[in-house]
């Protein structure tokens, strides 16, 4: 199978289109990016069919029906699949097929490690990633999101709460008393910057880079 799509972008394949699978997959087309969606599961390879630029039917467990699926051609695979077996066997397929980056997604330690040793690019954990997503978030309500961008360094979404508002941005002190940066601050569509005299409003957001504990430190003494 022979694929021309250009130059320039990137080449996805997703493997495996239960709700991760299919929701990496329908984002990633969203985009504009070619994607070629691979299951076991017709039903779930016909509701992806007009929303992907392809969409198949194949056992990823064989590496010839990945190779004739085109997947030889691809940048990029995920593998989504629940099943340990398959699962381990798609990310092993895909390397040996020369897809130069594999992402796959681990259910436990073990599966974590085996992964590993077949030099998957990552190994994601869908389940506690999301979940440690919300306990941030549930912990303190003031946190909107946040992005790690190092082992312990993260940058927050911090909502301005009543009582900071009408104070200037140097009164919070970021770098003398937290050691965080203040990245901007963003006022409904507008971003406006970091300048120490700007005065906050209720529900301004703070983007804030710091070490967690330095966050942590931060939001409880608000």
């Known amino acids: 199978m022979e694929i021309d799509m250009g130059h320039g972008k990137r080449k996805f394949v997703v493997i495996g289109l239960d709700i991760l699978g299919s929701t990496v997959a329908r984002e990633l087309a969203s985009f504009g990016n070619h994607v ?14 007009d929303c992907l630029s392809e969409a198949v039917i194949a056992d990823a467990r064989d590496a010839d029906a990945l190779r004739e699926a ?3 051609q691809y940048d990029v695979a995920v593998v989504a699949i629940k099943n340990l077996e398959a699962n381990i066997l798609a990310a092993m397929n895909t390397k040996l097929l020369g897809v130069s980056e594999v992402w796959a997604k681990a259910s436990t330690r073990v599966h974590h490690a085996i992964l590993t040793r077949l ?4 190994v994601i954990h869908p389940e506690q990633e999301v979940g440690r997503h919300i306990a941030q978030m549930l912990h303190n309500p003031q946190v909107r999101d946040y992005i790690r961008v190092g082992e312990h360094t993260h940058v927050v979404d911090f909502a301005v ?3 900071l508002a009408d104070h200037p941005l140097a009164d919070l002190k ?12 963003v006022r409904g569509p507008d971003y406006i910057g970091a300048d120490a005299d700007v005065r906050l409003q209720r529900d301004d957001k703070l983007l804030l880079l710091g ?9 409880e003494s608000i």
């Open 36 to 49: 070629l969606g691979i299951c076991t599961d017709e039903d779930r390879v016909n509701e992806l069919a």
């Open 70 to 72: 085109g997947v030889d």
């Open 119 to 122: 030099d998957v690019d990552r």
């Open 161 to 163: 709460p009543e009582k």
């Open 174 to 185: 970021l770098q003398d008393r937290f050691e965080i940066r203040c990245l901007g601050l």
């Open 211 to 219: 070490h967690r504990k330095s966050l942590f430190k931060f939001t």
